[in-house]
């Protein structure tokens, strides 16, 4: 039989952790539960058993179309790295309207052309996502312009408040200070 | 044999706290800058925010009457070159219908 006998760590968070180090493993299996909540609330975001998204701003009317439209988080844009500061917003057509409109554009100010109207939204009408670069020098009083585009050509324009649209991107324009 | 992670408390410790640290990356926005360089000469890049180039995407140079002062394409460098032109203009980044970035001569920096 070898006498060989490991030498015991000195120090009492040393012993501990040897004492314990196999059995505490078992607390890993608790940690997935800690992001569980966030998970659900997540997945339910996502697929849109909660909503729209996480805030809804209403139904817009612009021209003879009309959308519902959503901020996808309430919360302040977030970076993306060198294309600047982020927003989601979240829409849905008109029933009526679905078959009519063709694309549906979000911009910080009044776009000059239908070339530069802004993002587009992607995905099924009656669940659109569009994400809109916040520009540096917007102003607490900027509005968010919707163009909705139909097929038969025609262009259609409304706006409205940011300050309505995501009260979350005013403040944070008033937090970090205008350019 | 343990392994020696276990016989450390602070690297296990430390490799567990990376476990909360995965983020997410997942848009590709496009993105245009516009510089003021030598002999009144601009030099726009264009690309997109995953790190991707954008060879071959119109950049025109519009002025403010809407009508296109430069017409042109990035080179195989993601970049454009041309004259400022004398007139108010601004530059849009055209990736198609939705993917665009504009810049206002006024946003254009200094050399």
């Not at chain 1, 817009?60 to 439209?69: H, I, N, T």
């Not at chain 1, 309207?97 to 063709?102: G, H, M």
């Not at chain 1, 900027?142 to 050509?153: F, K, P, S």
Request: hydrophobic share 40%.
């Amino acid at each position: 039989m070898s006498k060989a006998v490991a030498a015991q760590p000195s120090t009492t968070l040393g012993r501990w952790w040897h004492k314990w180090r196999f059995h505490i493993n078992v607390l890993l299996l608790l940690v997935p539960l800690g992001f569980m909540p966030k998970y659900f609330a997540d997945a339910s975001l996502f697929r849109g058993d909660s909503g729209l998204g996480e805030r809804e701003i209403g139904i817009v009317q612009v021209g003879p179309w009309s959308l519902k439209l959503a901020e996808f988080r309430n919360e302040a844009p977030r970076p993306d790295g060198p294309a600047g500061y982020m927003k989601s917003f979240n829409a849905a057509l008109c029933d009526t309207c679905i078959d009519q409109v063709k694309a549906a554009y979000l911009r910080i100010g009044k776009p000059r052309s239908l070339r530069a109207a802004g993002v587009i939204f992607f995905g099924t009408p009656y669940r659109m996502g569009a994400t809109m670069p916040i520009p540096d020098r917007t102003k607490a009083d900027a509005e968010l312009w919707i163009t909705l585009e139909g097929w038969d050509g025609s262009m259609h324009q409304a706006s409205i408040p940011l300050s309505q649209a995501s009260p979350a991107t005013v403040a944070w324009l008033a937090q970090r200070g205008t350019k | 044999m343990p392994s020696r992670l276990f016989k450390k408390p602070a690297l296990a410790a430390g490799f567990i706290a990376l476990l909360g640290v995965c983020n997410q990356a997942l848009a590709h926005n496009p993105m245009c800058e516009c510089k003021a360089v030598e002999d009144g000469q601009i030099r726009c890049t264009g690309g997109f925010s995953d790190g991707s180039g954008a060879p071959g995407v119109t950049l025109d140079v519009i002025g403010y009457d809407e009508t296109i002062l430069v017409p042109g394409k990035l080179g195989a460098d993601s970049t454009l070159t041309f004259k400022r032109p004398d007139s108010e203009f601004y530059v849009l980044f055209d990736a198609g219908p939705g993917h665009i970035v504009e810049i206002d001569q006024a946003d254009i920096e200094a050399p």
